[in-house]
């Protein structure tokens, strides 16, 4: 088993992603509202961006989050991700510093209220599916509408998921399928909160059953 350990580098998927686009970091500065030398910084992997600011680049960049944080890691046949290897990334929600001692206020991220919301990647690189683990408090403003079948299932606390019009309270152990194209927003109710998120990912052509 090959480097359980080793921290996730994303500098490296988000610098591949802007040059196949033919951006400068300028560019993608004024697109995601985060400054050049910010940018600059993450992309050396001097600095870990937060969720929230991730999710900013990932728009500039016409892409999804996840897929940049997959692009940075080499894909493995069999992984192991241990749960002390890697914290995860800061979700955003607070005026706190990044590694590097870049914070998201400083690049133009609105504070919140959870220092303590993380969300950790449970699959390094690009596969047929990928899987998130939300902890504590998340941006429940967001919407998401993903191209192919998610699952997220309540570790612990409680969640609500707004859906077509309708609020789910998921508590401890209870799950949700979602079908792709659903848009639908989220939000964990009790502190503690955790959420699994596990989904085909979005390159993956999904096959329709003839008979279903």
């Known amino acids: 088993m090959e480097d359980e350990t080793s921290e996730r580098r994303i500098g490296a998927g988000i610098r591949r992603r802007r040059r196949a686009l033919d951006l400068t970091l300028a560019e993608v500065a004024a697109r995601s509202g985060l400054s050049s ?12 961006p937060s969720m929230r600011s991730l999710q900013r680049v990932a728009d500039a960049l016409d892409t999804t989050a996840v897929q940049l944080m997959a692009a940075g890691e080499i894909p493995r046949r069999v992984d192991i991700v241990r749960a002390d290897a890697d ?25 919140g209220p959870d220092p303590t919301a993380r969300v950790r990647p449970l699959v390094r ?29 309540v570790a612990d606390g409680v969640a609500e998921v ?51």
């Not at 910084?41 to 001097?46: K, V």
């Not at 690189?125 to 699952?151: I, K, S, V, W």
């Open 37 to 48: 030398p910010f940018l600059s910084q993450i992309e050396n992997d001097r600095a870990r």
């Open 162 to 212: 707004e859906v077509d019009g309708r609020t789910h309270r998921l508590g401890r152990g209870d799950t949700l399928y979602l079908t792709g194209g659903v848009e639908h927003r989220w939000r964990a109710v009790e502190a503690g909160t955790r959420v699994l998120l596990v989904a085909v990912a979005d390159h993956v052509e999904a096959v329709v059953d003839p008979l279903g």
């Open 125 to 153: 690189g690009q596969h047929q599916m990928h899987a998130l683990e939300f902890t504590g408090d998340h941006d429940a403003e967001r919407a998401f509408r993903h191209r192919n079948d998610e699952l997220m299932y």
């Open 87 to 111: 914290p995860g990334l800061d979700a955003g929600l607070e005026s706190g510093a990044d590694a590097g001692g870049n914070s998201d206020a400083d690049a133009g991220v609105d504070a």
